[in-house]
Nanobody, 123 residues
């Protein structure tokens, strides 16, 4: 059983920063690709950032230059550092694990998902 638990979501003002964490238990974390996705009210789930097992990273154009994804294999944890936040970043953020180790932008590639953590950026 592979389980993912997100944390760190909060209310933040426009321009503020926060750091999301996703702790992974079960399986071999170091072999997984990890992704962050988000879903805003009334919108479809969208890709945010991803990191492969070899640290190849991708970012959505809307967050590039503002967000940073990283992983710590000693802690079985992936992070999303959110800087210069904007109201359009408001969403439930989900982390996901790809057992093939890729850094895919496609949600369908990810086999395991967390329950999400809420991020609200006030305007």
């Amino acid at each position: 059983q592979v389980q993912l638990v997100e944390s760190g979501g909060a209310f933040v003002q426009t321009g503020g920063s926060l750091r999301l964490s996703c702790a992974v238990s079960g399986g071999t974390f170091s072999s997984y690709g990890m992704g962050w996705f988000r879903q805003a009210p009334g919108k479809e789930r969208e890709f945010v950032a991803s990191i492969s097992k070899s640290d190849k990273r991708y970012y959505a154009g809307s967050v590039k230059g503002r967000f940073t994804i990283s992983r710590d294999n000693t802690k079985n944890t992936v992070y999303l550092q959110m800087n210069n936040s904007k109201p359009e970043d408001t969403a439930v953020y989900y982390c996901a694990a790809d057992m093939e180790g890729w850094s895919s932008v496609h949600a369908a590639q990810y086999a395991f998902w967390g329950q999400g953590t809420q991020v609200t950026v006030s305007s």
